[in-house]
């Protein structure tokens, strides 16, 4: 039986997983999340046998239940091919220190890739499905790496446009450089003079502004998403989690049917709600440890019941969680809630006053760690394990460490790494070793390289010497009008 997907919100229309894909976001703003929770038909002990691709195949079937068998695995064995650096894809790398699942082996050296390489392979055999003639305008904010991943993905794609917004000083060198010089003739890439949030806000308004769809369907175009507001971004990451507790078996950590702790950085709240929904789905799942950086508005939420973003906006060396609206927290407050009508309402309170009150009692905890904290977590595993974090992962090493020493929780525990520390090396190197503070962010990748012993990723090999090919810079209020003229 297909499993229909409805908004968060109280729309009533039910839509197939293909058609919720192409149309990114439900008519009253909500976003659209399964009428029932799918459940594993599988043995656990199965996925000892499978590898990533057909481990992907045997989970999206549950959610995606309106692809064959044949498209289904069409759209995955095109994305999870040699585009990897790691036959694994996604790599569990156990340390002294922590045991990290490194979901940073693809195009852009980011988690992104895991489900952006998929995306637009299912969003084209969605439009076929379902006889959408339109060109499909792919609008998308991005904090930093969804950007790059989903231009990477979508680039030349027949049948599509992509246009990406990111903050114009809330990004990293490397990560600004991976967006602004890609090249595809169907991609626009702006920096926005405000931050993500900014960004996320106004992407979020195009998708419910009828009479600009309307307008833009005449001339033949039909906007998505790329963002994991989504579910067809959502979707594939719930993959890993089980592949996750697969190599957790293998490498002894755990025995099978025990338990596992999560330990997730987090921003937009995606890639923790697709560990959420592994458990539902029946992974052993314990604790889920959200862990936030400076701009804490998840760790207060988790502890208070009350979230609140009437507070000044923080930049940090962890940008791609330089956030305060986190979208996908709205699907767990429907699940959680098990009403759209008091989703809608919480959405409503967010909008007209900046904060609402739901004490979301689950598996989730929420930490954080400073600026401080990530650079002293840096330094820490490479002198302990010569190994390397990003920004990212720190915070969420940090946040760990502090769970840790609150609860004395011995279950045994991932921290999802979601970046390659070259896209942050002058960050990385500064907390390495303070010499390195002034270094140039593009020598940094040479230094870092050095100094680990590790290659520079061949993504961003000579990344500085590429040619800009987007120079748009724009006010956050100018996004609308801009995404118009990219269309005439």
């Given amino acids: 039986m297909d499993i229909m997907f409805k908004s968060t919100r109280g729309d009533k229309n039910y839509l197939t997983a293909s058609k919720a894909i192409v149309k990114g976001i439900a008519d009253d703003g909500g976003l659209f999340v399964p009428e029932a929770m799918p459940k594993m038909d599988f043995a656990l002990e199965d996925i000892l046998n499978w590898d990533y691709r057909e481990l992907a195949y045997r989970v999206l079937r549950l959610v995606l239940t309106d692809y064959t068998e044949e498209e289904l695995r069409y759209c995955i064995n095109s994305a999870y091919d040699d585009k990897f ?78 246009i990406v917004f990111f903050p114009e000083d809330g990004v990293s060198d490397v990560q600004k450089a991976q967006m602004v010089t890609q090249k595809g003739a169907n991609t626009c890439v702006a920096g926005i003079r405000g931050n993500f949030d900014d960004a996320q806000t106004a992407v979020k308004r195009i998708f419910t502004d009828n009479a600009l769809k309307a307008e833009l369907k005449e001339r033949g175009y039909v906007f998505s998403s790329a963002n994991s507001i989504n579910i067809g971004r959502l979707a594939p990451q719930i993959v890993y989690y089980f592949y996750a507790y697969a190599q957790a078996v293998k490498a002894g950590m755990i025995k099978m049917g025990g338990k596992l702790n ?15 929904y592994a458990k539902n789905m029946g992974l052993p799942v314990n604790k889920l440890i959200c862990a936030s950086n400076d701009n804490k508005v998840l760790y207060d939420f988790f502890k208070s019941g009350t979230y609140d973003i009437n507070r000044d906006f923080t930049v940090t ?86 769970y840790l020493a609150r609860t004395g929780d011995n279950t045994p525990n991932i921290i999802v790494s979601t970046a390659s520390p070259y896209k942050f090396a002058k960050d990385v190197l500064k907390a390495i070793d303070g010499k390195y503070a002034d270094v140039d962010p593009f020598a940094a990748l040479d230094e870092l390289s050095g100094v680990s012993g590790t290659l520079i990723p061949e993504p961003i090999r000579g990344i500085d010497k590429r040619e800009v090919l987007h120079k748009h810079v724009i006010d956050k209020e100018e996004i609308k009008e801009f995404v118009k003229e990219q269309l005439q």
Avoid: Q, W
């Fill in 262 to 276: 999560f330990t997730v950085p987090t921003g937009n709240f995606g890639n923790i709600l697709a560990a959420y």
């Fill in 85 to 162: 650096d790691t036959e694994l894809i996604a790599p569990l790398s156990v340390n002294g220190s922590a045991s990290f699942l490194e979901l940073f082996h693809g195009r852009t050296i980011a988690f992104k890739d895991m489900a952006l390489s998929i995306l637009p392979y299912l969003l084209k055999t969605a439009a076929k499905k379902n006889g959408v003639s339109e060109e499909i305008v792919i609008l998308t904010a991005t904090s930093g790496d969804t950007g790059k991943a989903a231009l990477e993905g979508f680039a030349d794609v027949e049948g599509t446009r992509i």
């Fill in 317 to 402: 060396v962890s940008p791609s969680m330089d956030i305060l609206i986190s979208s996908n927290l709205e699907r767990l407050l429907y699940h959680l809630s098990g009403s759209e009508e008091k989703t809608a309402s919480l959405m409503s309170s967010l909008s007209n006053g900046g904060r609402y009150d739901f004490k979301a009692e689950d598996c989730f905890e929420g930490e954080y760690a400073t600026v401080e904290e990530t650079f002293a977590g840096i330094k820490e595993v490479f002198e302990k394990d010569k190994y390397v974090m990003d920004t990212h992962t720190a915070v969420a090493y940090g946040a760990y460490k502090k």
